[in-house]
């Protein structure tokens, strides 16, 4: 297969970027997009034409590292992670267009390679069960229905690519934080921080500079993992819920 | 220098406990005082860093990639072991223990094992008061299934994504530490030196992979969770950034490095599709569950598996079968691996490139109807048809061998301390609990073992013989190290020779497969020698490494890395001449029974390999750990 790529260059977070045009003549329809580039970038250099950056780690769809933003849709054309996407989904001949997730809470760091922290970020605001190592019950003294942990596991399924903020018109995160409140709000095990955690993940979001919600399922339609909107039905309830209750308690420390 | 294993006195099942008692502790308040560092954040990282954390020790965390969360833990699929024995099915510690001994072919320690198998139960326990959505059944009880061939139903799963699963989970608990301000985390760093100051590991230099800085941090001891070297081969299931890096500088700095040879190859892997590869993809073994595999009994060039329907049954060979009619397609993963590789030698392997074989469900598809096939294995049918193109219901799939996991590593004592005072070695990184061979669902079990169960208690045995000072980042130590760093980094950007890193690291990759992969002999052994120290000058004549070291460079990154695997790959040819007997996935052709099966020699080399660094270009000495085996009996596996 011959293809022409137009890929997105910028040398780093405070250079301006352009796209650039390839023409890559040795494409094979069973190799990977990742290994499409790689075989790009041994070409560039080569030449001594730097390489074109981009992010990828276990190439199997489920580190969430890859993230390229291919023909206007995240990841590609199919729903599943750019590693897992082959060749043999595009025609020969096809002009190809590779940008970098697109959010201003992603910024570019290099190229293809852009900054998700915030995800992190959001996650240290809330997104665990305040338990220490050692001390807790036995794993089967707390039963817990079968479909409730099936659909924990839906939302727990999200692997933190950020497919759904850069499918978002808005560069919304909701589809990424409703995953984990939604994870929690579903097992016994989450109970009892439920309010104070919609709370703060929700704030930490905001915080970081994610758009809205505006009910486009542009998420759900390209998420890798099928995580469904539902979840951010979900926690809009957890988060008025919280709200309304105004569980916000200050902390008083000391005792003896 | 002595080994010392330092292994407690005392009957197995007391060491743990007594051991735990004997150890010295470090008082609440004065935690606070003492700085550890963790590189990596897999389960063995992420679940040390947030313990430490948590008991208030001052924690440094560091993974190269953008988040902790990404660390290849999470590509795990099949399960988590631990002795809960919810089943009734004869399940226990010991049991665990023995299996895990026995299927590591004898050249694990034993106290160290009996000690995973003790923890495993409290493993379940931590992950599911985190939240970790393990599988259930209707009742709201834990599901369990039989994973590996194991005679009991002990293994705990989340789907197909158990590894996903548990390292989020201890990813949670570390992101709950970096809140409460007890974890400084450093993405995007780079380990790339150890510091020893006075004969002890006192911090690491690191690279910046954004700004391209050199930073040294220090600390009372350092831990290292960096995972298998895997990718010394190029092609394996490891993620691309998996390395060896860390381990290997620390392996120059003082820590002897455990088994290199000793590397675990998985039989059921989608095959090479060309010279594009770039890794591979792991289907689960639960497929030889019901799969047949197959090759024709006359070999067929590049036969199709669209085509296989025109074998006929008298023409195919079910080698397995045939030569395993007990075991079947179940044999252990070592037998099954380098049985497809046999038959693919003789010219008989199918697909485009002759390196795969069959595995048919026609007759599972046939016995059971298509709906019952789908249920079990859906997923994998779906992920092999999305790779390949090809539908696994319609006719077979192709599997090939791929490399998985390595069982060597850096050698540690009981404690999990190299032979460096103050450097720990945990999860995957160390040599230690799995001997020649690992078990299915027991990487993930020793992972969060050391990490939450382990460490949390050994490093205060050793922290509090420290005094509370810390050592300067400027002291000559560092210094030295720093520059060593920005030396060798200015070398590889200098060289600007024709041929890229990857083009280095496939071909390492080929000479470690051909000759230190499935089947080892003395003469390819030799061989292989010579080619990898020819491809090591090669490469540093002309490699070409574009760009700047002040600067995201991930061919830097990758020239770095590709460096020390290929001096790791010759310290394990040079494990691999040494051990001349065949045991759990190291098969020397010398070493084999009449009819061709691995044979052990307790006799010779019922010891833990552990080889010291001496210098640049200078043979590494051999250090023997004799293994005693005082409570489990030595026997050959055998599966006919």
């Known amino acids: 297969m011959k293809l022409t790529l137009k890929i997105w260059r910028q040398k780093s977070k405070d250079d301006k970027g352009f796209f650039k045009t390839y023409v890559h003549n040795h494409v094979s329809p069973d190799m990977s997009f990742l290994e499409m580039l790689d075989v790009l970038n041994t070409e560039l250099i080569k030449k001594n034409e730097e390489p074109v950056h981009f992010d990828h780690d276990c190439r199997e769809g489920i580190c969430g590292m890859c993230s390229l933003y291919i023909n ?77 942990a099936d659909e924990a596991m839906d939302a727990a399924a999200c692997i933190g690519c950020g497919a759904c903020v850069a499918a978002c018109k808005n560069a919304s995160a909701m589809l990424f934080v409703s995953a984990k409140i939604s994870q929690f709000a579903l097992l016994p095990q989450g109970q009892v921080e439920r309010k104070e955690r919609a709370e703060k993940m929700v704030a930490q979001m905001d915080a970081e500079g994610f758009g809205s919600c505006t009910n486009t399922y542009a998420c759900e339609a390209e998420c890798p993992k099928g995580i469904k909107i539902t979840n951010i039905a979900r926690m809009n309830r957890e988060y008025l819920s919280a709200m309304l209750s105004s569980y916000k308690i200050e902390s008083k420390g000391g005792g003896d | 220098m002595k080994l010392e294993s330092k292994t407690p006195e005392g009957p197995l099942a007391e060491k743990w406990t007594k051991h735990k008692f004997n150890m010295k502790l470090v008082n609440p308040a004065n935690k606070r005082k003492y700085d ?39 590509a795990a699929q099949g399960g988590i ?55 259930r059944e209707y009742g709201g009880l834990l599901a369990n299934r039989s994973f590996g061939g194991s005679q009991v139903s002990r293994t705990f799963y989340a789907r197909g994504q158990t590894g996903q699963q548990l390292l989020l989970g201890a ?88 088994n290199p040879c000793f590397t675990q190859i998985h039989p059921t892997c989608i095959p090479v599709s060309g010279d594009h590869q770039s890794k591979l993809t792991l289907m689960s073994e639960s497929l030889r569950n019901d799969g047949r595999v197959w090759v024709p009994k006359v070999g067929v060039k590049g036969l199709k598996a669209s085509e296989a329907v025109k074998i006929k049954e008298e023409d195919r060979d079910y080698f397995l079968e045939r030569r395993y009619p007990s075991f079947g397609n179940l044999v252990p993963r070592d037998v099954a691996s380098r049985n497809a590789k046999y038959v693919c030698d003789e010219g008989r392997g199918v697909g485009a490139t002759g390196l795969a074989v069959f595995l048919d469900f026609t007759d599972a598809i046939k016995r059971d109807g298509k709906a019952v096939i789908e249920a079990k294995y859906g997923n994998l049918f779906d992920m092999y048809q999305q790779i390949t193109g090809d539908n696994p219901y319609e006719a077979p799939m192709m599997i090939y061998p791929a490399v998985h996991y390595t069982m060597g590593g850096l050698w540690v004592d009981y404690n999990l301390m190299t032979t460096v005072p103050g450097l720990y070695a945990l999860g995957e990184a160390n040599f230690s609990d799995h001997g020649a061979n690992r078990l299915g669902a027991s990487a993930l079990m020793q992972g969060l073992a050391d990490g939450y169960f382990v460490i949390p208690y050994t490093i205060g045995d050793y922290l509090a013989t420290l005094p509370y000072e810390k050592v300067s980042t400027d002291r000559p130590e560092f210094k030295e190290a720093e520059n060593g760093v ?33 089947s080892r002999s003395d003469a390819g052994l030799r061989k292989a020698k010579v080619k990898i120290q020819e491809l090591r000058t090669q490469f540093w004549k002309d490699v070409n490494v574009l760009g700047s070291g002040n600067e995201l460079n991930m061919e830097l990154e990758k020239a770095g890395r590709v460096a020390d695997f290929i001096e790791l790959g010759e310290l394990m040819v040079d494990d691999a001449l040494n051990r001349a007997e065949s045991c759990g996935g190291h098969f020397r052709e010398e070493s084999a029974t009449a009819d061709g099966e691995a044979q052990r020699k307790d006799d010779e080399f019922a010891y833990a390999a552990a080889w010291e660094y001496k210098g640049d270009n200078q043979p590494e000495q051999l250090h023997k750990e004799e293994l005693k085996f005082e409570n489990v009996k030595l026997t050959q596996r055998s599966y006919k």
């Open chain 2, 36 to 74: 550890v560092i963790v590189v990596g954040t897999g389960l063995a990282g992420a679940s040390a860093a947030a313990s430490l954390g948590e008991l208030g020790y001052n924690v440094k965390a560091f993974c190269f990639q953008d988040s902790p969360r990404r660390a290849h833990s999470i």
């Open chain 2, 171 to 258: 990813y949670s608990a570390l992101n709950r530490q970096i809140a409460n301000g007890k974890v400084k985390m450093y993405n995007r760093s780079e380990l790339l030196d150890v510091v020893i100051v006075d004969g002890k590991a006192r911090g690491i230099v690191v690279r910046d992979l954004i700004t391209g800085k050199i930073e040294s941090h220090s600390a009372h001891a350092v831990l290292l969770c960096t995972g298998g070297y895997g990718n010394v081969f190029y092609l394996s299931t490891n993620a691309k950034g998996s390395n060896v890096t860390a381990a290997w500088r620390a392996h120059k700095k003082g820590a002897f490095f455990g």
């Open chain 2, 486 to 518: 920005k030396e060798r980094i200015d070398k590889l950007l200098s060289i600007k020779g024709t041929k890229a890193v990857d083009e280095f690291h496939r071909e390492l990759g080929h000479i470690m497969w051909e000759y230190c992969g499935m």
């Open chain 1, 72 to 148: 206007g849709k995240p990841h590609g054309p199919l729903q599943t992670t750019t590693c897992q996407l082959h060749m043999r989904s595009f025609s020969d001949g096809e002009t190809i267009t590779i940008e970098p997730w697109r959010a201003s809470a992603f910024p570019v760091v290099k190229d293809l390679v852009v900054d998700r922290a915030a995800f992190d970020r959001i996650q240290q605001a809330g997104g665990y069960v305040n338990v220490n190592t050692g001390g807790v019950p036995d794993a089967n003294v707390i039963p817990i229905a079968k479909k409730l």
């Open chain 2, 81 to 135: 072991n631990a002795a809960k024995n919810y089943q009734n099915d004869g399940d226990s510690v010991y049991r665990l223990f023995y299996d895990t001994i026995k299927g590591g072919d004898y050249r694990a320690r034993e106290a160290n094992v009996h000690r995973l198998a003790e923890v495993s139960v409290s493993i379940i326990d931590q992950c599911v008061a985190q939240g970790v959505p393990f599988a």
